[in-house]
């Protein structure tokens, strides 16, 4: 993908913007966080097929403290994110212990776009968890898909959106900083367009010399390329939000590839009370083998305000064949299933915006 010149568009975009600035306002800063923590009880938690009950993070949502803030300057606005996650049960740092691993970020907007630099999500993030009615939760077992495929999060990250109508676009390049090298590199684009009750959307991205991210399962040795194309649709129906959504995945050298289907309900049955319900279906092929895995979840989710919420959620994962060998692997922390074909949870949470 030939979108390694981003650099230089987004250059180019800065230099426009720059030539509208004028006169700045008093800039605005906002403090905010969110707390989800739940108490957890899962099956198959060692090696020995034990469950276990825990004081945990929340099933939806990472927790995090940040402040965000902006400053117009004539038709010019810069912008900034700093964000950072912990967990709620030791209050501990999230990221692998960064001290701002959610966002860092600044940039500017205007009408030629937004040109963004820091660490930030990916593009196949930001387009394909519109499509899965969890939004690839926060829960390692949920939400599998986004570390393992979209990435997530990527350091050294320059991002342009831009709007027209219905029509969003981004694009992203994330700097490997190797001299005489792009090992570490990674490019992405993505659309979403937007008309009546119908959302529709697609990302492509290319991450260069993956190894632990993909599950903890590819050795140094076996760095490779991983291409992740996806796509999806949601549809607003009466009180229900219709989700469907497909991603693939492909790793070059160490041979990996998955397919995900994914479909999803949200259904707001009162107007302090919605249902939740979703099902990701997982087809690998990895050196002339195959693997299977369905994950399903349901939710049910009680606002007691805007900003205060509570929840019951249950999930049941089960893999088969070569899916076993992906999902044992320490690497995966609270995703790991210890040689085990099936784990179920149940989960009661409370989750604090402000």
């Known amino acids: 993908m030939q979108i390694h010149k981003l650099s230089l568009v987004a ?7 720059a030539a509208q600035a004028q ?3 008093t800039p605005e800063t906002e403090f905010y966080g969110l707390l989800d923590v739940g108490v957890r009880d899962s099956s198959n938690q060692n090696a020995a097929g034990k469950s276990k009950s825990e004081l945990a993070d929340g099933a939806l949502s990472g927790s995090r403290l940040g402040l965000r803030g902006k400053r117009t300057i004539g038709s010019v606005t810069a912008l900034y994110t700093a964000e950072a996650g912990f967990a709620p049960d030791t209050a501990t740092s999230s ?3 960064r001290l701002l691993g959610r966002q860092l970020f600044a940039g500017l907007d205007s009408d030629f776009g937004t040109v963004l630099g820091g660490r930030q999500y990916t593009v196949a993030h930001d387009v394909l968890s519109r499509f899965e009615a969890l939004g690839f939760a926060n829960n390692a077992i949920l939400g599998y898909q986004d570390a393992n495929y979209t990435g997530l999060r990527y350091d050294n990250t320059l991002k342009y959106l831009k709007a027209w109508g219905p029509l969003s676009v981004e694009a992203a390049h994330s700097f490997g900083e190797v001299a005489g090298s792009n090992a570490g590199s990674a490019d992405g684009v993505g659309a979403v367009y937007v008309v009546g009750d119908l959302t529709v959307g697609a ?3 290319e991450t260069k010399n993956v190894t632990s991210a993909y599950f903890g399962a590819v050795a140094a040795a076996q760095a490779s390329k991983q291409k992740v ?6 549809y607003q129906w009466n009180a229900s939000r219709l989700y469907a959504g497909y991603t693939d995945s492909k790793l070059d ?3 990996y590839k998955n397919r995900v289907y994914y479909l999803g309900v949200n259904h707001q049955a009162t107007s302090s009370l919605q249902i939740v319900a979703s099902v990701q279906g997982d087809k690998e092929d990895h050196a002339g083998g195959t693997g299977n895995r369905i994950t399903s979840t349901l939710l049910v ?4 305000d805007k900003a205060t919420d509570v929840y019951a959620e249950v999930d049941y994962t089960k893999v088969k064949d070569g ?4 999902a044992n692997n320490t690497a995966l922390g609270t995703g790991n299933m210890f040689g085990k074909d099936k784990r179920s949870g149940v989960m009661l949470g409370l989750r604090l915006k402000f």
């Open 95 to 97: 990221q692998g212990g």
């Open 229 to 234: 194309f996806g796509g999806g649709l949601t």
């Open 203 to 205: 990302s492509y991205q």
């Open 23 to 25: 006169v700045a306002t």
């Open 253 to 255: 050298v160490a041979d």
């Open 11 to 17: 250059s180019l975009v800065l230099a426009s913007i």
């Open 323 to 326: 899916w076993i060998a992906l």
């Open 301 to 304: 989710d009680y606002f007691l």
